[in-house]
């Protein structure tokens, strides 16, 4: 297995493997880079079927944190962490333990955060051997109600605020009357769906559990779709937020939309499919942009701030999209090619 020569290897500073016998923890932490401050990324347990996997995962995606970190104008840096097994069969409190001593051996370059397969629970067990923990309490919301720790509400009111201001770059209106497709109504989806109801949006929803569907029927006006449905409803704006790849070669014919804002990561199915948004003249957010507030919430836990501070912080999203957009049409550029320079710039720079 090669590290240097892999074909995700961009760079990264450090990579390292640990492996604990007596708890059985075998995970990889990598630091892309930490030009604007210390790496902060989740930590991701998953059944990866060999290390080679694992590693791939844990380099593409400390990368990524650098990129959102960096266009979101936080001082951190990216990072991310894997641990190999099943969460459901294989993690113990003695292996988050573990993990907290792998992470402390980064003497603070690298924080870790939650991710899927790891709860607030497991980082407080990692947290017992190091200080370089995020996520584990909550002092500010958004919108200056209690706050719990879950990083959806910043996230969902950031999509909202990207996809007007993507909105209003495309179509020159507000809203009031427009009609978004949601694909996904978990912790972003029906938060973001009642957003854009309180705004006057008409809105088309899929998923693949009833349970949320029933409650933006009800409680939203809103009108449900069979999930293989959503591209192709007649809507000005789709908005992802289930999985990644959504945007592929079968997909993008079916869009009848003019705009693309949506949370859920790594959208684009290849690079390429950026550029074909644009020829089809989609405007399309790109997706570490317009996701940031969950990572932005998270900065915001770690320093003394506020609830306005990080409100106002969340919307910089929209201006963040705005210069992204009109850079794209003034170079001829995809938007995700465009997103990527600026934030190259920030950190190349340390600006
Ligand atoms: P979630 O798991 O709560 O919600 C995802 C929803 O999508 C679920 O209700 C699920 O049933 C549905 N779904 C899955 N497959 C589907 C399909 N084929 N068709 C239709 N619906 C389907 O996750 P979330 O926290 O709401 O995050 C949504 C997306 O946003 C994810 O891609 C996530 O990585 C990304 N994201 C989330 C945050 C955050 O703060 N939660 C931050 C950044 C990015």
């Not at 190999?84 to 402390?104: L, N």
């Not at 427009?178 to 705004?199: C, D, S, Y």
């Amino acid at each position: 297995m090669s590290v240097f020569e892999h074909a995700e290897f961009d760079n990264h500073e450090q990579i390292s493997f640990y492996n604990d016998e007596e708890t059985g923890l075998k995970a990889i932490i990598a630091v892309h880079n930490t030009n604007l401050g210390p790496s902060l990324g989740g930590c991701r347990m998953w059944p990866y079927a060999d290390s080679a996997e694992a590693l791939n995962d844990v380099l593409r995606l400390s990368r990524g944190m650098t990129y959102k970190s960096a266009i979101s104008e936080l001082k951190l840096g990216g990072g991310k962490s894997v641990i190999i097994g099943d969460p459901r069969k294989h993690k113990t409190d003695d292996m988050m333990r573990a993990m907290g001593r792998f992470v402390e051996s980064f003497a603070g370059r690298y924080i870790i955060a939650e991710d899927s397969g790891i709860s607030v629970h497991d980082l407080k067990c990692a947290a017992q051997n190091t200080a370089h923990v995020s996520g584990i309490e909550a002092k500010y919301s958004w919108d200056g109600s209690e706050a719990d720790g879950n990083p959806a509400p910043s996230t969902s009111y950031g999509v909202f605020v990207g996809l007007k201001s993507a909105v209003r770059y495309a179509l020159n209106t507000d809203l009031k009357g427009l009609t978004v497709a949601i694909q996904g109504l978990g912790h972003v989806g029906l938060r973001l769906a009642r957003h854009l109801h309180r705004e006057g949006a008409n809105l088309i929803v899929t998923d693949i559990y009833p349970d949320n569907l029933h409650i933006a029927e009800k409680e939203l006006g809103a009108q449900v779709v069979k999930p293989d449905e959503i591209f192709s409803v007649q809507a000005d704006v789709f908005a992802p937020c289930a999985l990644g790849a959504v945007l592929n070669n079968d997909t993008l014919p079916q869009l009848k939309a003019k705009v693309v804002a949506g949370a859920a990561n790594n959208q684009l199915a290849h690079r390429e499919i950026g550029l074909q948004l644009a020829e089809k003249g989609i405007l399309y957010a790109p997706d570490y942009v317009i996701n940031a507030g969950g990572v932005i919430d998270i900065y915001h836990q770690r320093m003394l701030s506020s609830s306005e501070a990080l409100k106002a912080h969340l919307e910089r999203i929209g201006d963040n999209l705005t210069e992204i957009f009109t850079r794209a049409e003034q170079q001829q550029l995809s938007t995700s090619q465009v997103a990527d320079q600026i934030a190259e710039e920030r950190f190349s720079n340390n600006v």
